[in-house]
């Protein structure tokens, strides 16, 4: 077994990551079917962005609520605002999905055009938003369950884990699988929401008020204007909502051929249908005079004054705790793509590059889904703890996504270029000022730990691809090395008695090397000198060619000896190539593993970490067919 460690490929890969070679036959083996259609893609990525319309028209009604129900009547030029928003982004990573069509988004662009450092900035702004979205959604949909049920509330975290588990067991199975399992939860929640706002249009003022009745208002008093921080606080609150546009072109190559185009319609209906929930929802928002109270969620209030409290007000609220506890599939289908485009930069771990077999990047998830459970257990499974942190991230990345498209454009020079840099450098401008807003108006509430964390990543990235620097140079990588050559070979075989696994193992070592050393390490107490003299009275009557060599150390230890006689073989045989060959059992049964006493990962871990010998672990399975 070897483990590669070098540079990438001329390609762009990391070594032992290449694809197969093109054959020009295509068959679903090659894994087209574990890929996404439009409709699919929808539904796997977009889940993020859906939910967040259970928070994003909340977050602006609680801020403008500030200066009474005044300030209330600018919800709906507030969310305009940021539909307007909205179109830009959507715009602007629909060109991005064209440009960078192996995925990345705000990575890739920022890569190509704004330089290695920028890059790896907008990466750690979206690994925080993914991994804090999975978290977030998980205990907002929880939250939601723990509402409905309040006996429950005392087990949230472990609801919360139990949820997380079951999205990443669904991830690990193949994103089309995680696509189709979420088709049903979104087509509802979407469906419920819409018919929502088609109701409420025909409503002349709310049918029930039931589930406000008897809560505290949160409306502010004796405010009679409306100041443009406030304005611009309720923007940047209302931002929330657009969480979740970037990961379709994060995804890309999760997408079926054409997957540009593919994932381009996919980012166009999840545009549409988000600007028009969130259009719709602060519609009603005016039409009913909403006022937000304590403990209810507006878009609760919404569905009563819609639907009336009755089965359709329910629908909606297990709606929206489904789609919430779901939503993390958003972050399950991109980070772990963007993952693996740093570690074929030679940013993170070359294993994030691997993929099983059903196109998974399965250690990608893994790191995701234990990252976001110990967030679940520090926050105690509270969403409030964790809303603070959420936005901070993907507004970066959306400002040097869109500083990166800038570039891009004046680059190309392509017909109408001027109007398509404008309109990125627009949405650049009204991002960073919501990130500055966000940012400063959320420090002490925690933001302060994304501060904190976004330059630990970037310099984690650089640590990493220094060290893949190192290794490389020391490989000689992108050299012609030296022609191979024949060294004499000595195998040293490491034995405690006779038996049908000894005899394979030097019958092993002597096809291997040109000489064999049977070595045997002898302890100082009395019956462990019996059992060597009884093994060298048995070795002398077997007689099988290869000399016994007995170590007696003073301590009770079995590797450092071994290792020890390892190393003086190398000084004194400096023209050999030395090999450790490590015979070991392998029960038939996995519960028989625990019988073992592991001398053999004892031995190889010394002669590992103190020599440069070559180790060898020769597997003897015991079946049932076994004489």
């Known amino acids: 077994m070897s483990i590669d460690m070098g540079k990438p490929s001329a390609a762009g890969r990391a070594p032992g990551t290449e694809d197969p070679p093109d054959t020009g036959v295509r068959t679903p083996a090659d894994g087209d079917r574990h890929r996404l259609t439009a409709l699919q893609g929808l539904a796997a990525l977009s889940l993020d962005a859906m939910a967040s319309v259970a928070y994003g028209p909340e977050s602006i009604v609680l801020v403008l609520a500030a200066a009474g129900a005044h300030g209330l009547g600018f919800t709906l030029p507030v969310t305009l605002a940021i539909a307007a928003l909205l179109a830009v982004l959507v715009a602007s990573y629909r060109q991005v999905i064209a440009a960078f069509p192996d995925g990345g988004g705000s990575y890739a662009v920022a890569r190509r055009h704004l330089g290695r450092r920028t890059s790896l900035v907008a990466a750690a ?111 940047a609150a209302g931002c929330s909502a657009l969480t979740g546009v970037e990961a379709v072109a994060n995804a890309v190559p999760s997408f079926r051929a054409p997957a540009a185009r593919r994932a381009q319609r996919t980012e ?36 009563d004054a819609s639907f009336g409290h009755n089965a359709a007000f329910y629908v909606v609220q297990f709606a929206t705790m489904v789609l919430l506890a779901l939503a993390a599939n958003t972050s399950f289908g991109g980070l772990p793509v963007l993952m693996s485009l740093l570690a074929r930069d030679n940013h993170l771990p070359h294993v994030f590059a691997l993929k099983a077999d059903r196109q998974v990047h399965r250690h990608g998830v893994v790191w995701l889904a234990l990252v976001s459970a110990l967030l679940l257990v520090f926050s105690g499974g509270d969403t ?10 993907v507004f970066v990345g959306f400002t040097i996504c869109q500083l990166g498209m800038v570039r891009h454009w004046y680059g190309e020079r392509p017909r109408g270029w001027r109007a398509k840099a404008a309109l990125n450098g627009f949405g650049a401008l009204l991002t960073g000022v919501s990130a500055l807003v966000v940012t400063a108006t959320k420090f002490t509430e925690g933001a302060w730990l994304i501060v904190v964390a976004l330059p630990l990543l970037v310099l984690g990235f650089g640590r990493v691809h220094r060290a893949y620097a190192e290794i490389g140079e020391r490989l000689e990588l992108g050299r012609i090395p030296q022609a191979p050559r024949r060294s004499r070979s000595l195998v040293v075989v490491p034995v405690s008695g006779l038996s049908r696994l000894t005899s394979q193992a030097l019958t092993a070592a002597r096809s291997l090397g040109d000489e064999v050393l049977a070595v045997t390490v002898t302890h100082p107490s009395p019956e462990d000198r019996e059992a060597a003299e009884a093994l060298r009275r048995d070795w002398e009557l077997w007689k099988p060619g290869v000399e016994l060599i007995e170590l007696a150390p003073q301590t009770r230890s079995l590797g450092r000896p071994l290792s020890a006689y390892v190393r003086k073989l190398a000084q004194t045989h400096q023209d050999a190539q030395v090999t450790v060959l490590i015979p070991e059992t392998e029960p038939a049964r996995l519960w028989q593993r625990l019988l073992q006493n592991q001398r053999g990962s004892v031995v190889a871990h010394a002669v590992r970490r103190d020599t440069d010998a070559v180790i060898c672990r020769l597997r003897f399975r015991v079946t049932a067919e076994a004489r």
């Open 384 to 393: 409030n703890t964790l809303v603070p942190l959420f936005a901070i991230g």
């Open 268 to 303: 166009v209906a999840l545009g549409a249908l988000l600007g028009v929930m969130l259009i719709g929802l602060s519609v009603l928002i005016g039409r009913f005079h909403l006022q937000p109270v304590e403990g209810v969620t507006v878009l609760a209030q919404l569905a």
């Open 125 to 235: 702004s979206l690994i925080l938003d993914y991994v804090l979205n999975v978290a977030v959604s998980v205990t907002a949909g929880v939250a939601a369950l723990t509402s409905a049920f309040p006996e429950l509330y005392g087990e949230r975290v472990w609801i919360c884990l139990g949820v997380l588990l079951l999205v990443t067991a669904v991830n690990l199975r193949g994103v089309v699988e995680s696509a189709k399992a979420f088709l049903v939860p979104t087509a509802v929640f979407v469906g419920s929401i819409l018919a929502m706002v088609v109701a409420g249009l025909f409503r002349s003022g709310p049918v029930s008020t039931a589930s406000a009745a008897g809560h505290a208002t949160a409306l502010g008093e004796g405010a009679t204007t409306v100041g443009a921080l406030l304005l611009l606080k309720a923007f």
